[in-house]
């Protein structure tokens, strides 16, 4: 995800342009590049924490039709049950 944050971060980009922005990130300085790789270091991981989520609810929403496919694991009602002995 830092990879595909990183392809927009260029000079040209009109964001990074903008008089209040460019006061807080600097990109001619170091700090400023730190900073920046900073905030597109936590987006990232962001980006990938709500990913695994996502990838977990499609496997959730995948096995939800196991459940009909396995069916109900009730015995027929013709058939006798042992039931064990209870001690007084």
Do not use: C, W
């Not at 069916?71 to 007084?88: F, N, Q």
Request: charged content about 20%.
């Amino acid at each position: 995800m830092h990879t595909r944050l990183t392809e927009r971060v260029t000079p040209l980009n009109q964001a990074l342009q903008m008089p209040d922005v460019s006061s807080t990130i600097a990109l001619a300085t170091e700090t400023g590049k730190a900073m920046l790789d900073m905030i597109v270091t936590q987006q990232a991981t962001l980006i990938a924490y709500l990913n695994d989520f996502k990838l977990l609810m499609f496997m959730t929403f995948g096995m939800i039709p196991l459940i009909f496919i396995i069916g109900k694991s009730r015995r027929p009602t013709g058939e006798k049950r042992e039931e064990a002995a209870v001690l007084e």
